[in-house]
């Protein structure tokens, strides 16, 4: 069985500081992706950032970069300079090759105040 | 633009009134999927479709249908509604083997 793990339900984070969101995974296929997606208030789901697995560097954009450990199986998020439109539900997500299916994590939720 | 479109985005209803909440995309991806979202449990694939006239059942499919008649399509039927399927429903899309999902902006239900 595949499963997603977010251990911190929920985060806060200072303006312009850093923060780190922690996720870990389980599955047995070689070839899959992982994900962040955010979740604001407006309730869409905003692709954060994406990392393929058979990739060793780390996926970065802009703010946003990630700690992918493929054999601790842990891929965590880094957001720097923290925004306060940055508040919101992030999820983890795995998807393998073959299936297409996403398997999310049960979220954290962030708060940055200014 | 390339968007998933659901509607309504947010019903309020009764038991045991069927309803249909729709989805369509504009990018002819083949692949399609339902998603429900409730506290504390992430969201949970309900049923996925890989192309037209074929769908499979995800991981919490129990009282719900789905039909893939035409590509850019995938309705969302609850036959029976009852108040456990109360919740804020996805609709996403993407091509085969390809990532990431493309989500609609979601649909809330309440069933009384």
């Known amino acids: 069985a595949q499963t997603v793990t977010q251990s911190q339900p929920e985060m806060s984070v200072q303006e312009a500081e850093t923060v780190t969101l922690s996720c870990t995974y389980d599955?047995?296929?070689?070839?899959?992706?992982l994900f962040w997606y955010k979740q604001p208030p407006s309730r869409q789901m905003i692709l954060v950032i994406r990392?393929?697995?058979?990739?060793?560097q780390n996926a970065t954009e802009n703010r946003f970069s990630v700690n992918f450990q493929k054999a601790a199986k842990s891929f965590s998020l880094k957001i720097s300079d923290s925004q306060l439109g940055d508040t919101a539900m992030y999820f983890c997500a795995l998807s393998n090759y073959n299936t297409d299916k996403l398997i999310f994590g049960t979220g954290t939720r962030l708060q940055v105040f200014p | 633009e390339a968007q998933v479109t659901q509607n309504p985005r947010y019903l309020i209803t009764v038991t045991g009134k069927k309803l249909t909440v729709t989805c369509s995309q504009n990018m002819n991806h083949e692949y399609m999927s339902w998603y429900r979202q409730d506290p504390g449990l992430g969201l949970r694939q309900i049923y996925y479709?890989?192309?037209?006239?074929?769908?499979d059942k995800g991981d919490v499919p129990e009282g719900y249908k789905v039909s893939r008649k035409e590509k850019r399509n995938f309705p969302l039927i609850l036959e029976s509604p009852s108040p456990n399927q109360t919740s804020l429903y996805f609709c996403?899309?993407?091509?085969?083997?390809?990532?990431?999902?493309?989500f609609g902006d979601g649909t809330r239900l309440s069933i009384l």
């Open positions: 599955t047995s296929e070689n070839n899959y992706y």
């Open positions: 996403a899309s993407s091509d085969r083997g390809s990532q990431p999902q493309h």
């Open positions: 479709s890989m192309n037209v006239e074929v769908t």
């Open positions: 990392q393929e697995a058979y990739k060793q």
